[in-house]
């Protein structure tokens, strides 16, 4: 079995955790600031901003503590790494979006039936200060690396809550000018549904990882045909493709080559192509030359007295002899 190894987990560094503390910094400051307004002026949209703020403040310090976990070097059974960490990070925050959006859609249902009074002037002026806020923690987390799916939750989260903050905006305007509050509601229930949009995009990427798919923008039936059609190769099975964890994909398959094929050579040939073609690094090939159909000759397992050993046979009581066409050794004595 050979293996090519070309480890590039493709998470985070030190420019992603300060990015992931600068957004958190951010985020936790202006979340304290718009409880207290949120509360003073009965705005479900502001209290539903700060309780997605708190979960972004929650997904940002799980990404900070996953991207610590994950840059720990493999030892002992966890031969991969601990890059995994990351995905579960992901996960959990896109878990806690579908939460947060569910619970957001039923209080927004309810007061649409009983719509308290709202504070417009102070939901405006918040929402204002929380898109200037929310533009410079998503500013920052962009220049993050987004391959890692860690680090593209966090920014979803963030992302959304600057979509939740431009309607919270509208809806505090219309108020002003209009008195009408169950704007502020149906705004609740806009952000709800990104929250959801991006809950189950999170989950779904995860999961494929977890369920070791094959990763996206990769195709196996693809992989496997450049395989078999490279000179001297007679067949490709047991063809495997996943991601061990955000920009790591791994490839295994055995190959079946013709005879007489220098196999080691074989190897990095294929190694080579799947990185060239397919950005593949880490690759496991088991090669093996193609063999011909066996001849098998049973043995009696005693032989009377005098009885000669059949021709190309074993001494008697030596069971069942196995041979192959190709195999030109002489038969033991």
């Known amino acids: 079995m050979a293996h090519e190894h070309g480890h590039s987990h493709g998470a985070g560094g030190v420019r992603d955790a300060r990015a992931l503390?600068?957004?958190?910094?951010?985020?936790?400051?202006?979340?304290?600031?718009?409880?207290?307004?949120?509360i003073i002026a009965s705005s479900l949209?502001?209290?539903?901003?700060a309780a997605h703020m708190l979960t972004d403040a929650a997904a940002l310090a799980l990404s900070l503590f996953a991207l610590r976990i994950a840059r720990r070097p493999a030892r002992g059974a966890m031969t991969y790494g601990f890059g995994r960490v990351e995905i579960l990070a992901a996960q959990a925050n896109g878990i806690t979006l579908?939460?947060?959006?569910?619970?957001?859609?039923?209080?927004?249902?309810?007061?649409?039936?009983?719509?308290?009074?709202?504070?417009?002037?102070?939901?405006?002026?918040?929402?204002?200060?929380?898109?200037?806020?929310?533009?410079?923690?998503?500013?920052?987390?962009?220049?993050?690396n987004r391959e890692s799916l860690n680090v593209e939750g966090s920014f979803k989260h963030i992302l959304t809550d600057l979509y939740a903050f431009i309607g919270t905006a509208i809806a505090g305007l219309i108020i002003v000018l209009t008195g009408f509050s169950r704007a502020d509601p149906i705004a609740s229930m806009v952000v709800a549904g990104l929250m959801l949009h991006a809950g189950y995009g999170l989950v779904k990427a995860s999961g494929r990882v977890f369920l070791?798919?094959?990763?996206?923008?990769?195709?196996?039936q693809q992989i496997g045909r450049t395989l078999a059609a490279h000179p001297g190769v007679v067949e490709v099975h047991d063809l495997h493709v996943w991601e061990v964890t955000s920009g790591f994909p791994a490839l295994s398959a055995h190959v079946v080559v013709r005879t007489g094929i220098d196999v080691h050579?074989?190897?990095?040939?294929?190694?080579?192509?799947?990185?060239?073609?397919?950005?593949?690094?880490?690759?496991?090939?088991?090669?093996?030359?193609?063999?011909?159909p066996l001849q098998i000759q049973v043995v009696p397992a005693a032989l009377a007295d005098g009885d000669a050993a059949p021709p190309g046979g074993r001494q008697a009581g030596e069971g069942v002899t196995v041979t192959s066409p190709s195999d030109s050794r002489a038969p033991e004595k």
Do not use: C
């Open 212 to 220: 070791e798919a094959a990763p996206e923008g990769f195709d196996p």
């Open 98 to 144: 579908l939460l947060l959006g569910t619970w957001i859609t039923y209080e927004a249902i309810t007061r649409l039936f009983d719509p308290p009074a709202v504070e417009g002037g102070l939901v405006l002026a918040i929402a204002l200060l929380g898109i200037v806020v929310n533009i410079a923690a998503t500013w920052v987390l962009a220049r993050a």
């Open 21 to 38: 503390k600068i957004a958190l910094a951010l985020i936790v400051s202006f979340m304290l600031v718009e409880v207290v307004v949120g």
């Open 45 to 49: 949209a502001l209290l539903s901003d």
């Open 265 to 292: 050579e074989l190897r990095m040939a294929l190694a080579e192509e799947l990185t060239e073609r397919f950005d593949l690094h880490h690759t496991t090939l088991q090669i093996d030359h193609e063999q011909g």
